[in-house]
C-alpha cells in the first residue's frame, strides 16, 4: 500500500468503526473510548477490537 493511501486508509477504518460503536453503544462515542483508552486496558481492548471489526468491513468492500 503506498504512503498516500495508509492515512486515507486509517481514516475510512477509524469511520466504519465510529459508525458501528456508536450504532450498539448510543450512550457513550466513539471518541471517548479513544480517550478512555489511553488510560484503561480494558477500553484498550475494546477499541482494537473495534478497530480491526472495521478493518475486516473495509476488506470485505474492496472485494
Do not use: V
Amino acid at each position: 500500500m503506498s504512503s498516500e493511501r495508509e492515512p486515507q486508509e486509517a481514516e475510512r477504518i477509524e469511520r466504519i468503526a465510529r459508525e458501528a460503536y456508536e450504532r450498539c453503544h448510543p450512550d457513550d462515542t466513539f471518541d471517548d473510548l479513544k480517550r478512555r483508552a489511553a488510560f484503561s486496558r480494558e477500553d484498550q481492548g475494546l477499541l482494537r477490537d473495534w478497530l480491526e471489526f472495521a478493518a475486516r468491513q473495509a476488506a470485505d468492500r474492496r472485494k
